[in-house]
């Protein structure tokens, strides 16, 4: 008669997927050497911005970009004090 293998008993719960957030593009933005400092500065700057306007931490805002665009949509921008120059 075969044996059977030992039964795990130790349960692991699964894992949690890793929600990643704008601080996850804020890190990205520093390894890619492709970039110029102006332009990584620039990207830095607009996830910056956009977490401002949401106001929020970039670390708490999740990477789900409908989400954020819909969030953004909603804001007045007079409201938020920007004006039609800081838009473009």
Do not use: C, H, W, Y
């Not at 804020?26 to 110029?36: F, I, K, V």
């Amino acid at each position: 008669m075969p044996k059977k293998p030992p039964r795990n008993t130790r349960t692991r719960a699964p894992d949690a997927p890793t929600q990643r957030t704008l601080v996850n593009v804020l890190l990205a933005l520093e390894t890619q050497r492709n970039l110029s400092e102006t332009r990584r500065r620039d990207f830095r700057s607009s996830v910056k911005r956009v977490a401002s306007l949401l106001d929020d931490d970039p670390a708490r805002i999740p990477l789900d970009l409908p989400a954020i665009s819909a969030k953004l949509a909603a804001i007045t921008p007079a409201v938020a004090g920007l004006t039609p120059e800081d838009l473009q």
